[in-house]
Every structure is written in C-alpha cells, then in structure tokens.
C-alpha cells in the first residue's frame, strides 16, 4: 500500500508528464479493442434468416475440406446432398417434417429491359413453392403456381419490376431469359421485416431444372446428376421436441452439418460467410500489426518519461533506495496509469468499431446488414494487454537506472550516452539480419508466403532500428553535426551540439517517425504494386479482341456456340471463374490445404485468347483430369511438372489432377486452370463467367462488335467489353480493393503521428529551462526558434533517411515477389512515400515549435528559476518509508546547456 500511495503521489505531481502516456494508452486500448470486436463478428456473428426462419433445423452437406489443424478449409461453393437425404431425415424420430431446398439464382427483367429486383447487389433467387413453408410465406394475393410457366413473387420484389397478379415477368438464368405468369404474391415471414434479397417461388418440378439447365438451353455439364440433388433441407420438429437434442441426434446419426437459430442464416446468404471472413483476415492481420506498433508507441512514451526522470531515481538511489524499491515504485506507475487509461480507452473501442465497419461497408467489402458483435470479451482483452504492455515497457525503461550504481547513476543522469548493452547490441544485429534475409526469400522461393515474409521484413527491420536506434542516431549525427558547427549561425551551431549531446532522446523521436513511414509506404506500394501486377500480366496476356461478360449471374453454357456463329469470328473460349483446394502432406506428415483461384477454359484455342507465359509443359495438355499451375500456385501446392495433385472444386468433388503445364501470369488468370467441363458442373450455377472473343483476321472489330451486340440483344445482362475496357475495369475492381487497406493505414499513421506528437511536445516543454537560459545569456527568440528549426529537421531528416534505408529490402523482396524472380526493382510508390514522409515531416516540425513559440511567451527569468518537474517531483526523503511526496527542497537542473 505504501508503494501504491507513493505511485499515486507522484502521478498526481507529475501529470503533466505523463499525458503523452496516457494518451498513448488510451488510445491503444481503443484500437485494440476495435480489432477484438472485429475479430467477433466475424466469428460469432452473422445475419439471421430470413427464408428458414420457420424451419427449426436446417442439413447441409459438410461444407468444408478435413485438414489435421484447428479448422477446416471451406471449399469456397455448395456441396449438394442427394435428394434420397430429404426422406432419410423426414425418418428420424421428432422430425413433422423434412422439405428439400434447391436455390437458383435469377435475372429479373424491369420495366425498362434491364436487369432490376436486386438488392445491394443480390439478386433474387428461386426456390420451389414447397420450401415457402420453411418461412413461413403466407399468400398476400392469388395462388401459388401449379405448373410450369407459373411462379410467386414476393411483394416487394413484385413492386420493384411493376407487376401484379395475373402479369408476364421476365426471368433469366444467366443469360437465357423466359417467361412466367405470376400467380400470386407472398408477404415475408412474421417479424422478419424487408427482405435482404428478392424471393420468387416455381413448382418444384420447375426449380429443379432450372438448377440444372435454365429455360431453352440444352443444359451445363453434369446436368443429369444435379437434377437429382438439393442445396438443404429445412426440418420441422414435432410438438414437444427438444430442437438441441434433435440437432444432435441428426448430427449423430448422418454425420451432416446441422444449423440452428441464427446460424440458419449462413446457409441462406453466401456473402454473410465471405463478411465474415473478411472481418477476421482484416482483423488479424490489422490485429497483428496494430500489436507492434503498440509495443513500439507505449514504450517509447514511456521511456521517455523514465528518462525525464533519469536525475529523479538517480537521487532515490543515492539515498538509499534499493532497486527492488524503485521497481516496485515504478511497477504500481505504470499499473495505475495504464489501467486508468485502459478502461475508458477499451470501452471507447465500441463506437470505434462501429466506424470502422460503416467504413468497410462503404468501400464495399463487407455486407450492410452484416451486424458488429459488442462482447465484454476483447474489451477486456484490449485492457489486460495495454496494461501488460505498459507494466513491462516501464520496468524494462527503468532498468539501467535500477541496476547502475548510484554514483554511475547521478552522472549519467546529467549526460546523455548511446552506449548500449552487448544482448540489446546482439539482438539488434540478429533482426537486422533476419530482416534482410526475409526480404530475400522471393528471389529463392515463390509465393505467397515469400512475399509475405518481404512484407514483414519492413517490421522487423523497424524492431532493430529501435533496438540499435540511439547508436544509429548517434552515428548519424556526427555526420551531421561538423556541418552544422561550421555554420556562421550561433543557433545552427547550437542546435549541432545540442543533438549530438542527446541522441538518446532523438533516438525516442526517430524511431516512431521510422516506424509510421515504413509500414504506411510499404503497405501501401505493396497494395499498389499488386494492382500495377495484376494489371500488367492481364494488359500483355489477353490476345482476346472483344469479352462477353454478364452484369447479371452469369452466361448461359450455350451462349458460346452462337456466337461462334457470328461470322467476322474465328474462335470462342468460354471461361468460369471458381475456387478449389489443393490439399498436400507437409514434411511431417500434417495434412493440410490451400485455397487456389481458378479458372475453367477450353484449351481448344486457348494460345488464341490468352497469353499465359507458360514456363514448362504446354496447355494443349489440358484434357480430363489434368491442370496447370502458374508458379504461385505450384508453390502453393508443393508440385511441379508431371506430379499429380489432389484437388477438391468447389462443390467438394475431387479430382487427383495432373500438372501439364507451368505458366507464369498467376496474378492475372489465376492460380490454376483446369478444363471447363471439370469446373462449370462443380461451379454453383453451372454458368459462364465470360467469353474470349478472336477476330478473324483483316475482320473490323468495330464492326465486329456492333454485329456481337445485336446477336446478344435478346439475353440480358450481357456486356461487351474490348481489351482495354476489360484491363481498366480489372485495374478499377482491384484499386476498389485497396480501400479497406487505405482506411486502415489512415487509422495507423494518425494513431503513431498523434503520439509521435505528444513525446515531441513533452521533450520539448521539458527543456524550457534550457531554452530560458539560453535566452538569459544573450539569445534571441529568433535565434532559439531557428536552433529548434534546425534541430527538428535534423530529427525528421535523420527519420526519413533510416525510413528509406530500410524500406529498400522488403520493396526490392516485394518486386522480386510479386515478378515472381523477374525484377528487382523496389516497388515503392512515390505518392505514399511523399505524402508519409510530408505527413512526417509537418508531425517533427509542428510538435517541436509550437511548444517552443509557448515558451517563448514568458519570462525567461521565471522560466529558469522554475524546478524540474515544477509539476512536482517526490522528494525522496522519507519517501520510500512513508509513501508520501512533497515539493523537493533543491534544485533539479536539465542536463547541462546544449552546448555541450
């Protein structure tokens, strides 16, 4: 309690200098907390549903690939259960009722011929009229449909196209459209309010052909086996049945995915589980970095009051302090202010994530309605760490003072030195060497991981600059410090001298500067470099003179041989954009997976469409159970040329496919490509993503495209697009995905500058006795601001010049990365480097003048005769007995005059 009381005495007489700590602790308790509360969402959260919200079960395959870690990897589609499962469950005792659920994505035609009815992007989807019941929908008008032609639509969905009962509604499966009559319309169910997604209800005998065929069309690859088959069944339970036992008893007996409450709605909406897992990779991976930049912030704010104190607990132990008592003392310190600004700080993270998700819904990556979880749990999780954090910053900031001898101890409080301990020294060099090498690992292993590695070579390069940074700073400004001295300018000679007295405390100013120029510039042109990349490999791979794709769901599978038969063409390559997994042994026997973007074509004339740079093997090859990797993906999957892969589409089914082929643009056509026939069944609707178009040669393409353009009138949502149009519009969707990054970095280079600021403010309005006496001895106010002016280029320059060095490894491992071995070249870009560093820049220069044109308002003569920390500093009489402070009874003077 005695130490407590102590603690307590000298927070309240040295507030002043402990604001910048506490406003470095609140505010990291915030902004953890927001990433915890991300981090819940996206893992307890989801959206409710809406079609099953009268079905108390709802079956679905297993969804997921096993793999021998914590989870298992989703396979990215829908894996169907045989329509045999509706009966199996409708067996099980306590089921009323088992109705199968077949889901199928609709164009809806508006008023004006174009595709309307889709909210926030989703567009309606069909359903037999026997799942109505899993709603419940109730009929709000006419009757439900009977035979083939008829369909229901919900009444919102009705109203946004303008029909009513008794009216034709034009409807598309992909690109094929066909007519309906509507029969009737249903209201939601009660208590749901408006529907997130248009809802129109068939016969089932209908909706299961549309699954698999769509109106007029000969039907997709596997059509046959899919009528078959049925997305999910919903369950009715009989009166006074336990649904938790029911769930585990159908769980138990079929080895299915069983869903209750608010997880129903997971199976209704695909784009909640991709919320979702945006949610959890942005906090993360924000998460992670924001846990650095914490480490780094916290304590070097409160080093830097430790060292304004550095005379301060010499004097303790010269007194007698054990170092046990001053431990102890500065332990409960850091205890007390870290927890008082902790708490406020962790519950202001609630709105804080509230802003942060409109942000992130805003830039369109994830869902409006997709609500945020608010739990106790990652408040007090973002609590315990900020003050864990600040407990051990503090005492390791405070140990050379507790283990020097006191003598040792008075003279270094009054003369600053770089020296640095031989384990801090070995570390330092250790993570600048790890460092190096991380940013290396691309031009020797390809991949995502490698350039991952390069990413995080910049933080671990940051780490060893704060471990060596006041000899860094040192050395640099006895480079700096000659020039300075020759200067005519009694202020600039000063101002050299000054900075070569105190490298330890520039070095607590350098390395947050460092820190926030380095991971924006690097995060940023990582970003940028992926999209100039991506973009490139599409610009110089596309051969393709014209692209065919859908603003709807997708192309109808016919669609490609009609306009194979517009003359002026020489070759159609229909392609389907999906997922699959790769799962592979490590060395150690764990299995485990990798998600792999891939893209069904036809190789028939692929070489035509698109220029893959295959490295080995040829894409002629591709046919059956084959594929070819780019060399990202090879990576990923630990194969080359030759092997045999075992691959999992998107609907689950596996294919132990060969590698023909190794190619080179991975960032442009995917991480894999694998014949049409294999991906277009596996796909969710069995549709085309886009048609590759080559004209025949001496053929006007103009021309060629007006001719298209009227072939494809009749089928809405078709687009025609050139090669430039589809490279800037690739180019547009990939700058859309920077935003979240940019938001992010925003949140981070405000966090760092603002407490970057507040260390600047506090060093300087500590040397006010400095600059008063400066001013005593014949300085002018002009001379004093110009020393300052110099001094804070000094620190901003000595901050850009180690910021540039150690961005070079990882941007250069970036280039080689991303080129995969092809270029050297750092990726950097010069608009975030210019605006970080300017951003920088104004942070230095503000935060050091401001505070001096402060103190240069009053007299110089109060001024110097104030004592340090006239706050109030605790008297070490008696102190460490009595746990109470007073005013000291001597003077405290600064370290000696910046000259040295």
């Not at 329509?83 to 809806?108: C, F, T």
């Not at 997709?220 to 649904?243: F, N, S």
């Not at 970095?289 to 430790?306: E, P, T």
């Amino acid at each position: 309690m005695r130490v407590l009381g102590l603690a307590l005495s000298t927070l309240r007489a040295r507030r002043k200098s402990f604001v910048g700590p506490f406003v470095a602790l609140f505010l990291s308790a915030m902004l953890v907390a927001a990433c915890g509360l991300l981090m819940e969402s996206g893992i307890r959260q989801g959206i409710g549903p809406e079609r099953y919200a009268g079905a108390d079960l709802v079956v679905t395959a297993q969804q997921s690939l096993a793999v021998d870690v914590d989870y298992d990897e989703p396979f990215g589609g829908r894996v169907r259960l045989p329509v045999s499962a509706v009966d199996e469950l409708a067996a099980i005792p306590g089921v009323e009722r088992a109705v199968g659920d077949v889901e199928v994505r609709l164009g809806a035609v508006g008023p004006s011929g174009d595709l309307a009815g889709a909210i926030d992007g989703r567009p309606p989807v069909g359903h037999g009229w026997s799942s109505a019941t899993l709603g419940p929908f109730a009929l709000a008008q006419g009757d439900g449909p009977t035979a083939p032609g008829q369909v229901v639509l919900d009444g919102a969905l009705a109203a946004r196209l303008a029909v009513g009962v008794g009216d034709d509604v034009t409807l598309a499966v992909g690109s094929t459209p066909g007519e309906y009559r509507v029969t009737g319309t249903v209201s939601p169910p009660e208590g749901a309010g408006a529907l997130r997604q248009g809802v129109v209800f068939f016969t089932d005998e209908q909706v299961a052909d549309l699954a698999v065929a769509g109106p007029g069309t000969s039907g997709r690859p596997g059509a046959a086996d899919a009528r078959g088959e049925v997305d999910a069944v919903g369950i009715l339970a009989a009166d006074g049945t336990d649904v938790r036992a029911l769930a585990a008893d159908v769980r138990e007996r079929t080895g299915l995915t069983v869903r209750t409450g608010d997880a129903r709605g997971a199976v209704e909406f695909a784009d909640a589980s991709g919320s979702a897992t945006t949610l959890v990779a942005i906090a993360g991976s924000f998460g992670g970095i924001m846990l650095v930049v914490v480490v780094f912030v916290v304590a070097s704010a409160l080093g830097l009051v430790v060292q304004q104190r550095r005379r301060e607990l010499a004097l303790l132990r010269a007194v007698g302090a054990t170092p046990r008592q001053v431990r102890r003392m500065i332990s409960a310190e850091m205890l007390v202010l870290s927890t008082t600004a902790a708490v406020p700080g962790a519950l202001l993270g609630i709105p804080a994530v509230g802003v942060l998700h409109g942000l992130f819904v805003r830039a369109g990556v994830v869902s409006a309605d997709y609500p945020v979880a608010v739990g106790p749990l990652p408040v007090v999780i973002a609590v315990l760490l900020t003050v864990g954090v600040a407990w051990i910053a503090g005492r390791m900031s405070a140990r050379r003072a507790i283990t020097v001898k006191p003598v040792e101890a008075l003279g270094e409080a009054a003369v600053e030195t770089p020296r640095l301990g031989v384990t801090r020294t070995v570390i330092g060099v250790v993570m600048v060497v790890g460092g190096v090498f991380l940013s290396l690992l691309p031009a020797f292993v390809a991949g995502e991981d490698a350039l991952a590695g390069a990413a995080l070579s910049g933080v671990v390069l940051v780490i060893a600059v704060a471990l060596l940074g006041p000899r860094i700073v040192h050395a640099l400004v006895l480079l700096v410090e000659p020039f300075l001295r020759r200067s005519p300018h009694a202020s600039t000679y000063l101002a050299g001298r000054s900075t070569r007295a105190s490298s330890r405390r520039l070095a607590g100013a350098v390395v947050p500067l460092v820190l926030a120029i380095t991971v924006t510039v690097v995060q940023v042109s990582l970003g940028a470099a992926q999209v100039a990349e991506t973009e490139r490999q599409v610009a110089d791979g596309l051969r393709a003179d014209l692209v065919l794709a859908s603003s709807g769901t997708g192309l109808s599978p016919d669609l490609a041989g009609q306009v194979a038969g517009v003359p002026g063409v020489a070759s159609v390559t229909p392609t389907v954009r999906s997922q699959a997994l790769v799962r592979f042994a490590e060395p150690d026997g764990t299995l485990t997976a990798e998600a792999l973007s891939v893209q069904g074509v036809d190789p028939a004339d692929l070489g035509a469409a698109i220029d893959l740079d295959v490295r080995e093997g040829s894409t002629d090859d591709l046919h059956g159970e084959s594929v070819a990797l780019s060399v990202a993906g090879a990576s990923k999957a630990r194969a080359g040329l030759g092997d045999t892969v075992e691959l999992y589409l998107a609907d689950g089914t596996r294919v132990d496919a060969v590698v023909v082929a190794l190619y080179g643009r991975g960032m442009g056509f995917g991480d894999a490509l694998l014949p049409r026939d294999l991906v277009l069944p596996a796909s969710a609707d069995g549709l085309d993503g886009s048609l590759l178009v080559v004209a025949q040669e001496e053929t006007d393409v103009e021309a060629l495209a007006e001719d298209l353009g009227r072939t494809t009138t009749p089928y809405p949502g078709v687009v025609l697009a050139d090669r430039a149009s589809l490279v800037a519009a690739e180019k547009a969707a990939l700058e859309a995905n920077t935003w979240t990054s940019m938001i992010l970095l925003v949140v981070l280079f405000g966090y760092v500058a603002l407490n970057v600021a507040n260390a600047l403010v506090m060093s300087t309005v500590d040397r006010r006795r400095e600059l008063a006496l400066l001013r005593l001895v014949g300085t002018r106010d002009r001379q004093v601001l110009r020393m300052m002016r110099v001094e804070a280029g000094v620190v901003v320059g000595i901050a850009v010049v180690v910021a540039t060095v150690i961005l070079l490894p990882p941007l250069t491992g970036v280039s080689l990365g991303l080129s995969e071995g092809q270029r050297a070249v750092p990726a950097l870009s010069p608009v975030a480097y210019l605006a970080t560093v300017a951003g920088a820049g104004a942070v230095g220069y503000l935060s050091m003048l401001l505070p001096t044109r402060a103190a240069l308002r009053g007299r110089p003569v109060e001024s110097s005769g104030r004592r340090e920390g006239r706050a109030g500093v605790a008297r070490p009489r008696d102190a460490m007995v009595r746990g109470r402070t007073t005013r000291p009874a001597w003077p405290c003077p600064r370290a000696g005059p910046p000259t040295g």
